[in-house]
């Protein structure tokens, strides 16, 4: 017997594969995504009710203009 032996390894043909490092950690990701989504929606909620739009519709009976002046 050889002194100098080589024991059997498999073989791996083409690339090893390389471990991605994730931006955020895949246990908070979903937290991270619910707290995106809340702020985005707190935004347009606050710019949807903070617009003046004038109000759409008929006016009642016996409406002048003098009346919204004063308000």
Avoid: C
């Avoid at 043909?13 to 979903?30: A, F, R, S, T």
């Amino acid at each position: 017997m050889p002194k100098n032996q080589k024991k059997n390894k498999p073989r791996q043909i083409g690339k090893q594969k390389v471990e991605k490092k994730h931006l955020i950690d895949p246990k908070h990701k979903n937290t991270f995504w619910t707290i995106v989504v809340v702020v985005i929606l707190l935004i347009f909620f606050i710019i949807n009710n903070t617009r003046e739009v004038p109000e759409q519709g008929i006016y009642p009976p016996g409406y002048t203009s003098a009346q919204t002046d004063s308000n």
